[in-house]
């Protein structure tokens, strides 16, 4: 085998390489943004629990497979968010957590911390688990609009309806 087909074969299976992981991204894409629409395009408004589960399997898998991608943030939010819709509490405090950890810099941060005290107060009815998440969101976000609501959180933890 000369040189020149050496080469040739060489850049051959890489260029195939590259489009195998390029198109495997982006079936896994289509997959979510079919699940998306079908998940969220449902005018009864009733939550499908079996639908939301592939969903987050979806988002999951796509941020464990292309973490740097920058569809990873944002996929990484929504797991959250569609875990505490259908009450998989310690799940969406995971990838709150997981969110919070990995970019704490984003406009999102402060919301995935503020999520946490919010799943832990209302879903989990851990008080001091979200006590420590409001005072940590608090601390770390004093003049985000979400502040108050954090302060009025904790003034009001663990009192009932009639309490309140």
């Known amino acids: 085998m000369n040189t020149l087909t050496l080469k040739l074969l060489t850049a051959y299976c890489l260029l195939l390489t590259i489009t195998s992981c390029t198109s495997e991204q982006q079936k896994l894409e289509q997959a979510i943004a079919a699940k998306e629409k079908e998940l ?11 639908k939301a589960k592939d969903m987050i399997a979806l988002y999951s898998d796509f941020v464990k497979k292309y973490p740097e991608d920058k569809k990873a943030e944002d996929y990484l939010f929504k797991a959250g968010e569609v875990s505490m819709g259908v009450t998989q509490s310690n799940v969406a ?40 998440c409001y005072e940590k969101f608090i601390r770390d976000f004093p003049t985000h609009k979400l502040t108050e609501d954090a302060k009025y959180s904790i003034a009001n933890l663990g009192k009932s309806d009639e309490e309140l």
């Open 40 to 50: 969220y395009g449902d005018s009864t408004m009733t939550v499908d629990f079996a």
């Open 93 to 132: 405090i995971k990838y709150f957590e997981q969110y919070y950890e990995k970019y704490p810099k984003s406009d999102k941060a402060p919301y995935s911390l503020f999520m946490q005290g919010f799943i832990y107060e209302t879903q989990v009815k851990n008080i001091e688990k979200a006590k420590w």
